[in-house]
Structures are given as C-alpha cells and as structure tokens.
C-alpha cells in the first residue's frame, strides 16, 4: 500500500532532550516536506526536500534540523526541544513537488515540557 | 511569504444544502493551487491540483474553479452531506519554492 508513514504518533518529552522523528514513504517520491499545525495558524513548512542530498527551509525553520540521505526517509530532528515546539507535525511527500498532490503522514502529536 | 487567505473561516449548513468556500491567493508567479479535505483526527487527502487558468475540476459532490489572473478558487459541494464535515484547506504552489497553505474552511453539516 502506497503511504507515508511517520513515527511516533505521540510524543511526550522534557526541554532540552533531543528527539527524532522518522517520516517513511515507500512511492519512490522525490519531494518530502515537514509542517507543523498549530491552532489559528494553519498548516506552516519546516522544511522540504526536493531530492536525495537536498534540503531547504520552509517558513518556520528555526530550532529544526532535517537530512535526506536516502529518498525514502526525511527524518525530523530536534536538537533541544522547547515549549513553543509543541505542535502537531505531518510529513508529507508528492512526485516531484511540483503540480502534484500531497501525501500525507498520520501525524505526530509532540508536547514538551 | 505569499499569503493564502480563505473565507469564511467557518461555516454550519444543513444536510442538502449547497456551499462554496473562496481561496485567495497572489496571482504573481503561480504554479499551482491546492485543494484538501482534513478530518478530525485524520490527515488531510487531496481533493485537487489545478494549474491553468479557468480550470475546472469535479469528483463526486465537490468541484473547484481557479481564476490565476485574478487569484481565487472556489471550492463548491452540492447537497451537503453529514460526512463532509472537515476543514478544507487550500494552498499555493510557486515553483520551486514552499507550498503555502491557508488556514482553512471548517465545514459543519446537521442531518
């Protein structure tokens, strides 16, 4: 089945600890992309990638890293989580990143505190 | 950033009845517009992706328009039905760059 599978779904952790969240997709897509939701602003870009090797910042970048080393995986970093990092994360991935639809993971409900 | 702005924010109908929601969008440098469908707890599913000019495009009860020289879309259901309750989003798409969502249309339906 074609998805994009993200782990975990809910997450709980304290300032400062670093967490990782994988994003999967198994389409052979190029483009993969990180948003945040959070209430009254909509969905915001992290970060995307349009390739194996290549990243760039979306909206919100600060206080996120990714990487993109092979196509299947765009792994979310936190390097020191805050407070104002508690969110609803979705990763998501289209062919190329161009006209065509987004696929979107289950979603990860972070809290820090 | 490029501002994607929908209207209303939210809105309740009744079961039968017809609605449009709008999307505006800066027409400068389009590429393509985006139409999703988000339920509670789910995530959200592409409706549409249009990209020329006077598209027009349909899948079941749903259809959209897209006016790119004046940027707007609309995104139309017919007979509203309980199950088409969620939070249609919109969101643009310049070519090479960040897909730029607005913040959505909650769609409330009574039987």
Known sequence: EAQVTQNPRYLITVTGKKLTVTCSQNMNHEYMSWYRQDPGLGLRQIYYSMNVEVTDKGDVPEGYKVSRKEKRNFPLILESPSPNQTSLYFCASSVTGGNEKLFFGSGTQLSVL | ?111
């Open chain 2, 1 to 111: 950033i490029l501002n994607v702005e929908q209207s209303p924010q939210s809105l309740h109908v009744q079961e039968g009845d017809s609605t449009n929601f709008t999307c505006s969008f800066p027409s400068s440098n389009f590429y393509a517009l985006h139409w999703y469908r988000w339920e509670t707890a789910k995530s959200p599913e592409a409706l549409f992706v249009m990209t020329l000019n006077g598209d027009e495009k349909k899948k079941g009860r749903i259809s959209a328009t897209l006016n790119t020289k004046e940027g707007y879309s609309y995104l139309y259901i017919k007979g509203s039905q309980p199950e088409d309750s969620a939070t249609y989003l919109c969101a643009r798409n310049q070519a090479g760059t960040a897909l730029i969502f607005g913040k959505g249309t909650t769609l409330s339906v009574s039987s």
